[in-house]
């Protein structure tokens, strides 16, 4: 199983004696699991088992599951008793607020009795509907992780691209400042020369500052794990549930390039540390998306 995005939406329903009924789950980004579920109040134990059922199947992210319900067939209504009772108390009093006698016949009674008329729902029991609501809300789940696998894929496929940027953006840097200890050499014969010193490379003192300044902008170490955090997040990425140990190697990165960047002297070392810096934040942006 690849890397999983944490943004997707299922839908499945099902259909009860009576009754027919949607589940819909939706989920988006969020660092840890946080799962939600509205369903009827005549199942208050629907909201335990469906997180239940959710939480097997996903690890991280927002996750917001519905189940409505609907009557089976348009047909199967009933008359609401109180609330045709409820009208004719209320036309009676405004018919003697106007000095009006209510003739309350067969025909009124059948007209407030019509618009009164409503889906007759009846759910059964929570316990005997269980295992036919866990199907419907598995098969919604299994919709909504083949969405997050689709987008998945094209996130790992997008930061795969930009970490192989990145790779090439290292090897400039290295190659940029192994030019660096013999461009600060000729400038600084060149510096004593104008300034009337006869030193040459093979002065003590000279050899000493040459040193100094070839340790202080070394970035092999630092090329070395960025190369090695490069090898670990491409395959990181081709495994599940990868979205944590990706955030830490993207910061270990922007660390050791900020590394780099205090130690750069070539002004194509630190051009391309503001390049990678950028690149770091793209695919931190998108490293949030994923599982």
């Given at each position: 199983m690849a890397a999983s995005s944490m943004t997707g939406f299922g839908r499945a329903e099902i259909n009860l004696p009576g009754v027919r009924l949607s589940v819909e789950i939706a989920s988006v980004n969020q660092k840890n699991l946080q799962v939600s579920v509205f369903g009827p109040e005549a199942w208050p134990a629907l909201e335990s088992a469906a997180s239940g059922w959710i939480r097997t199947r996903l690890q991280?992210?927002?996750?917001?599951?519905?189940?409505?319900?609907?009557?089976?067939?348009?047909?199967?209504?009933?008359?609401?008793?109180e609330a045709v009772a409820g009208s004719l108390d209320e036309l009676s009093k405004l018919a003697a607020r106007c000095g009006l006698k209510l003739n309350a016949d067969g025909e009124l009674l059948l007209r407030l009795a019509e618009s009164s008329r409503r889906p007759s729902v009846v759910l059964p029991d929570f316990?005997?509907?269980?295992?036919?609501?866990?199907?419907?809300?598995?098969?919604?789940?299994?919709?909504?992780?083949?969405?997050?696998?689709?987008?998945?894929?094209?996130?790992?496929?997008?930061?795969?691209?930009?970490?192989?940027?990145?790779a090439t953006m290292f090897v400039g840097m290295e190659l940029a400042e192994k030019v660096a200890p013999v461009r600060?050499?000729?400038?600084?014969?060149?510096?004593?020369?104008?300034?009337?010193?006869?030193?040459?490379?093979s002065d003590e003192r000279v050899?000493?500052?040459?040193?100094?300044?070839?340790?202080?902008?070394?970035?092999?170490?630092?090329?070395?794990?960025?190369?090695?955090?490069?090898?670990?997040?491409?395959?990181?990425?081709?495994?599940?549930n990868c979205?944590?140990?990706?955030?830490?190697?993207?910061?270990?990165?922007?660390?050791?390039v900020n590394t780099i960047g205090s130690k750069a002297s070539e002004i194509a070392t630190t051009k391309l540390v503001l390049e990678a810096k950028t690149e770091i934040e793209r695919i931190r942006e998108q490293v949030q998306n994923l599982e």
């Open positions: 991280r992210g927002k996750v917001t599951a519905r189940i409505t319900q609907a009557a089976a067939s348009a047909t199967q209504r009933h008359w609401d008793h316990a005997e509907a269980e295992a036919a609501v866990r199907s419907a809300f598995e098969e919604a789940l299994g919709h909504l992780v083949a969405m997050r696998l689709s987008e998945g894929a094209a996130l790992s496929k997008d930061l795969q691209e930009r970490i192989a940027k990145m600060h050499r000729d400038a600084m014969l060149k510096r004593l020369k104008d300034a009337g010193f006869s030193l040459d490379v050899l000493k500052e040459l040193a100094l300044f070839a340790d202080r902008s070394d970035i092999t170490e630092e090329v070395v794990r960025l190369k090695s955090h490069i090898d670990q997040f491409s395959t990181e990425l081709a495994l599940p979205g944590r140990k990706l955030d830490f190697l993207i910061q270990e990165l922007l660390r050791e």
